[in-house]
């Protein structure tokens, strides 16, 4: 079974178009988060989510909202596609509280491309 | 805020010989620290982590990273690499106090015949 999964694992899409990622992760964790992996392979953090509850908000643009339906579910749809959102998005889950499960535990990423 | 520094952009070696990928992290309390591996076109997979304790870690796939709080630093190393090691490698860096996970540029590897 797969820990983290992440759906499409390719998306094609036109300048303007709306699109959604959507993640799901099976390991029973509260908190879920949205990475970007720009073409220099640098990974960023865009959101998270703890039980449903959006705590972390980084500088990105208002086209992008991220939604979680419950814990184990964290979406990603962005309006209004420019160039350059292509990239990969990983999406990602831990168990907050304990530093114990500080780790993250990453989906397969989703290449977003934006022609 | 937390940074992590990965000094080398491209490492290129030959199978069998050993592996250091250098790591230097910024921030003012304890760190947790990590690294990760990302194999061509996957995932990202982690290798090791550093919270207390013990600063020589042992990790998945024969590799191990070494804490020196005095050089702010985590350097992963394996002894001997094999052709499946080449990929990307993360060094990252989690806050004690919030739920942030920062990364390096990250080293890729190379791993020549």
């Known amino acids: 079974d797969t820990a983290v999964s992440q759906t499409p694992k390719y998306l094609v899409t036109q300048m303007g178009n709306d699109k959604s990622i959507k993640c799901e992760q099976n390991?029973?964790?509260?908190?879920m988060y949205w990475y970007k992996q720009d073409s220099k392979k640098f990974l960023k953090i865009m959101f998270s989510y703890n039980n449903k509850e959006l705590i972390i908000n980084e500088t990105v643009p208002n086209r992008f909202s991220p939604k979680s339906p419950d814990k184990a579910h964290l979406n990603l749809h962005i309006n209004s596609l420019e160039l350059g959102d292509s990239a990969v998005y990983f999406c990602?889950?831990?168990?907050?509280?304990?530093?114990?499960?500080?780790?993250?535990?990453f989906g397969p990423g989703t290449r977003l491309t934006v022609t | 805020a937390q940074s992590v520094t990965q000094p080398d952009i491209h490492i290129t070696v030959s199978e069998g010989a050993s592996l250091e990928l250098r790591c230097n992290y910024s921030?003012?309390?304890?760190?947790?620290l990590f690294w990760y591996v990302q194999s061509p076109g996957q995932g990202l997979q982690l290798l090791l982590k550093y919270f207390s304790g013990d600063t020589l870690v042992q990790g998945i796939k024969g590799f191990e990273a070494e804490f020196k709080r005095s050089q702010s630093s985590f350097n992963l190393r394996k002894p001997s690499v094999h052709w499946s090691d080449a990929a990307e490698y993360f060094c990252a860096v989690h806050g004690s106090n919030d739920y942030k996970l920062s990364f390096g540029a990250g080293t890729t590897v190379t791993v020549r015949a």
């Open positions: 921030y003012g309390a304890t760190p947790y």
């Open positions: 990602a889950s831990s168990q907050a509280g304990d530093r114990a499960t500080y780790e993250q535990y």
């Open positions: 390991l029973g964790h509260d908190t």
